[in-house]
């Protein structure tokens, strides 16, 4: 059973900072390009960024210079180091995984994680 499993989240004031990680089990995702989406309350799910399997990244302009994403295909693990933190930041983050940079980068993943919840305080 292929799992994505997010931990890091949590309440941080704002201009500070959180990492947050997403393992995967199940299978190796090694050649998929995996990333990063959010949804705050009352809102669509945003995209956020992702990684493709070489280590080319792509961001959102509301993220761009704060936020950056890496991976370690040993573990099978991809990581979002967020700065600078700021309230409009607060949402829900969702890892995913996608065979497709394409698909990945429209939120049409194959694979989500379940989502963890992101609160900065102003």
């Known amino acids: 059973q292929v799992q994505l499993v997010e931990s890091g989240g949590g309440l941080v004031q704002a201009g500070g900072s959180l990492r947050l990680s997403c393992a995967a089990s199940g299978r190796t995702f090694s050649s998929h390009g995996m990333g990063w989406f959010r949804q705050a309350p009352g809102k669509e799910r945003e995209f956020v960024t992702a990684i493709n399997y070489s280590g080319g990244t792509y961001y959102g302009d509301s993220v761009k210079g704060r936020f950056t994403i890496s991976r370690d295909n040993a573990k099978n693990t991809v990581y979002l180091q967020m700065n600078r933190l700021k309230p409009e930041d607060t949402a829900i983050y969702y890892c995913?995984?996608?065979?497709?940079?394409?698909?990945?980068?429209?939120?049409?993943?194959?694979?989500w994680g379940q989502g963890i919840q992101v609160t900065v305080s102003s």
């Open positions: 995913a995984a996608s065979a497709s940079m394409v698909r990945l980068r429209i939120g049409t993943c194959e694979y």
